[in-house]
C-alpha cells in the first residue's frame, strides 16, 4: 500500500501503461499539446476497463484535467489508473499521469495530471451490454 505525503506524493493505482513524448505533437515551442497526452489517459482508462468488462468497452465521460506542468520532448509519461466503481455495465476508473525522470541513480516522478473517467461495456455491434462479475 502506498501512503500519501503531501511532501512528496506517489502515484495511486497501476501502472498501466508508458509512453515517450516525441516531436509529432508538439507546438511551435517544443511542448506536447494537452490533447495528446488526453489520448493517452484515455488508453489507459480503457486498459483498466476492458479487463473489468472483459471485452469492449467505450469512453462515455472523461472530467476535467487540470495540467501541473509542461511535457517536453523526450519526457516518458507513466500512466497509473484504479477502478473505483462498476455498475450493471459501466466503470469508472481514476487515471494519473506522471513525468517520469532518470537522473541516473534513481527516478524521480512528478505529477502531471488527473482525471476520472467513465466507460461503458458494448457488444459487437455496439449496445451496451451488462457487465458478469
Do not use: C, H
Not at 489517459?41 to 484535467?65: F, H, L, N, P, Y
Not at 484504479?82 to 455498475?87: A, H, K, L, N
Not at 487515471?95 to 534513481?106: M, R
Request: glycine fraction near 10%; hydrophobic fraction near 40%.
Amino acid at each position: 500500500m502506498n501512503l500519501v505525503n503531501d511532501d512528496n506524493p506517489v502515484p495511486q493505482g497501476e501502472l498501466t501503461l508508458k509512453v515517450l513524448a516525441d516531436n509529432q505533437s508538439t507546438n511551435y515551442t517544443g511542448d506536447v499539446f494537452a490533447g495528446w497526452v488526453a489520448m493517452n489517459v484515455d488508453q489507459a482508462g480503457e486498459i483498466q476497463a476492458r479487463k473489468v468488462a472483459r471485452g469492449r468497452v467505450v469512453t462515455v465521460s472523461i472530467g476535467g484535467m487540470s495540467f501541473m506542468r509542461p511535457v517536453q520532448v523526450g519526457d516518458i509519461i507513466g500512466l497509473y489508473s484504479r477502478v473505483t466503481e462498476v455498475g450493471r455495465a459501466s466503470i469508472r476508473v481514476v487515471v494519473e499521469a506522471w513525468i517520469e525522470n532518470d537522473n541516473g541513480d534513481s527516478v524521480s516522478q512528478k505529477k502531471l495530471t488527473e482525471t476520472s473517467m467513465v466507460f461503458v461495456a458494448v457488444d459487437g455491434s455496439g449496445s451496451t451490454q451488462r457487465i458478469n462479475r
